[in-house]
């Protein structure tokens, strides 16, 4: 065992100094090759930047991004889990018509790219539905109070449509995937649970709150913990609608500064502290359930 976890440990060690090595590698090429002039001085002024007229630091434009992001990534993923529920619920019910509307709705989702649903919910649906609800009016016209709320936990109420139809759509779009991980989950339940259920009288949604979920939940747990981390990836791509995350951010910024690079590793880097503890706290978890 000992001799074992020594030549792994060998084998880590080995393929850091080759990725260092890559690294190192890569960065000669493009300063050699490109003529490329490195300048990461300015970058940390681009994160936070202090500000003379209040006296104190505040978030610039890649840390904005960043928290815009969080937060589309938060809400997003609240509800896709809510139709993700609701559709492994239809999918896996008693009922046809349910059955067939959300198999519909999964095939949909799971075969169109997202950039396409992001332009058809942003330009017809979410914007209609939005004027339709008078949704722009609403947040224009409300109290200072609950405008600074919105935009602690939201977005400023000037972007406040266009961020709710990047939630909407990629919350529909994670939902198809949730739903199918969900539905695993419940089908994955043994038949027996329900037998014994109907046999202490239960009805049907008592045992699904009582009996099937939590064990539904247990089971997919790792999985639609995983599915949410590529939420927080996937929503670079409502950058195309002007969303101020942090893709859209690094894009503005190259723009105006040429530090492409500089900028680009950055954005990487501020990603991976996002997803990295994330998945690393996914993988535990999924040990941690295997020895229970």
């Known amino acids: ?31 050699v090759g490109l003529h490329y002039t490195w300048n990461w001085s300015v970058i940390p002024q681009y994160i936070l930047r202090y500000d003379a007229a209040s006296g104190r630091w505040t978030t610039n434009y890649l840390l904005h991004g960043l928290l ?87 977005c400023k109420p000037s972007q406040f449509s266009p961020f709710f139809a990047a939630t909407l759509t990629l919350a529909l779009f994670e939902g198809a995937y949730l739903a199918e991980i969900l539905r695993s989950g419940i089908q994955g339940v043994s038949s027996h649970q329900w037998e014994a259920a109907h046999a202490l009288g239960l009805t049907r949604r008592q045992t699904l709150y ?18 949410f981390i590529s939420l927080i990836k996937d929503s670079a791509i409502v950058s195309v609608i002007s969303i101020q995350e942090l893709s859209y951010q690094g894009t503005q910024l190259m723009a105006s500064t040429y530090l492409t690079i500089e900028v680009w590793v950055t954005i990487s880097l501020m990603y991976l502290a996002i997803t990295l503890p994330a998945s690393l706290g996914v993988s535990w978890l999924e040990k941690k359930m295997a020895h229970q």
Not at 141 to 149: D, S, W, Y
Not at 210 to 227: E, S, T, Y
């Open 210 to 227: 009582h009996i099937v979920l939590p064990q539904a939940f247990r089971q997919v747990l790792p999985a639609m913990a995983g599915q």
């Open 68 to 154: 815009t992001t969080l937060r589309l990534s938060f809400w997003a993923g609240l509800l896709a889990m809510i139709i993700a529920l609701v559709v492994a619920l239809a999918r896996t019910g008693r009922g046809l018509l349910g059955r067939l509307l959300a198999g519909c709705y999964i095939e949909v989702m799971r075969n169109l790219p997202p950039l396409v649903l992001i332009f058809i919910f942003y330009y017809f649906l979410a914007d209609q539905l939005a004027l339709f609800i008078g949704l722009d009016e609403l947040v224009r016209h409300a109290n200072p109070e609950i405008q600074a709320i919105l935009a602690f936990f939201c």
């Open 1 to 31: 065992m000992i001799r074992r976890h020594y030549s792994s440990l060998k084998v880590d060690i080995f393929l850091l100094i080759l990725l260092f090595g890559g690294v190192c590698f890569a960065g000669y090429r493009v300063t």
